[in-house]
């Protein structure tokens, strides 16, 4: 992990034990505990860092899926909370993009596509975030989130299909022009888990129910380290739409 990395964690790790340090000192509060159900969406995928590192143009287009799990909330002050989920998700995306020297194996050696293609990936994996809920207004209808994220990946696959261009032996050389679409199979080179950090908002529609929207930054790359076909990286960065439930709390009595 780079500095950068462990900095981006860090902040909000430090936000949730200043909380619970400052907070728990603070008047009696009177819901402490609450477990709830949810369900909800994400929008997202793997994106290249930097993001001109295909080198040309990369158009997605993601997939809807539905993702459920559960979470805990627990109250340390009138105006803050910490939370924890527990997710089942897929996300999905397909792109278009036009690539450059692109790697691939071919006839027992690295040959490098450029051209235009087509690239698919899906994602299915057990996700739980762990945040502080900081509430805006005496009614606490309204929260900032913010925190981190680990998750495992159970299921994963990632292909390109080269549709038109050429293939070189060699960056920049044209061995063989492409007309007839190639499969690129990727799914073997895939990681399986992932790590990063969120920042979120959310507001009650209902005594019992919140919608929430989150954005999600993945800081590890998705493909193996020391993998011979790709020369930069691609993480995971998703926005998400959650509708939640409080099935029963536990009040301070």
């Known amino acids: 992990m780079t500095r950068k990395t462990i900095l981006w964690i860090s902040i909000p790790l430090f936000l949730f034990l200043f909380s619970v340090d400052n ?3 603070n008047t009696p509060f009177e819901r402490v505990f609450s477990f709830g159900v949810q369900v909800g969406t994400d929008i997202g995928g793997a994106v290249p860092i930097p993001f001109k590192a295909v080198g040309g143009s990369f158009n997605p287009y993601p997939k809807l899926n539905a993702a459920f799990g559960a979470n805990l ?15 089942y ?3 999905a995306m397909e792109a278009d993009a036009r690539v450059a020297n692109q790697k691939f194996k071919g006839e027992n ?7 235009i293609s087509e690239m698919a990936m899906s994602f299915t994996f057990l996700e739980v975030p762990f945040y502080t809920n900081y509430y805006i207004g005496s009614k606490r209808n309204h929260a900032i989130q913010a925190g981190v994220f680990g998750s495992y990946v159970f299921k994963s696959t990632f292909t390109t299909h080269a549709l038109k261009g050429f293939i070189g032996f060699e960056p920049d050389r044209v061995d063989a022009q492409v007309t007839d679409p190639q499969v690129m199979d990727f799914s073997g080179l895939l990681t399986r888990w992932d790590a990063g950090f969120l920042i979120g908002y959310q507001t009650k529609i209902a005594s019992r129910l919140r919608v929430g929207l989150h954005v999600m930054f993945g800081v590890r790359d998705i493909f193996t380290k ?18 939640s439930y409080d099935l029963f709390r536990i009040y301070n009595r």
Request: no cysteine.
């Open 23 to 25: 907070m728990l000192a």
């Open 73 to 87: 909330i627990w109250d340390i002050s009138p105006s803050v909370s910490l939370g924890a989920n527990v997710n």
């Open 89 to 91: 998700k897929t996300v």
């Open 109 to 115: 050696t690295v040959q490098y596509f450029t051209g």
């Open 226 to 243: 020391g993998n011979d076909f790709f020369d930069y990286k691609m993480q995971q960065i998703r926005g998400s739409i959650v509708l």
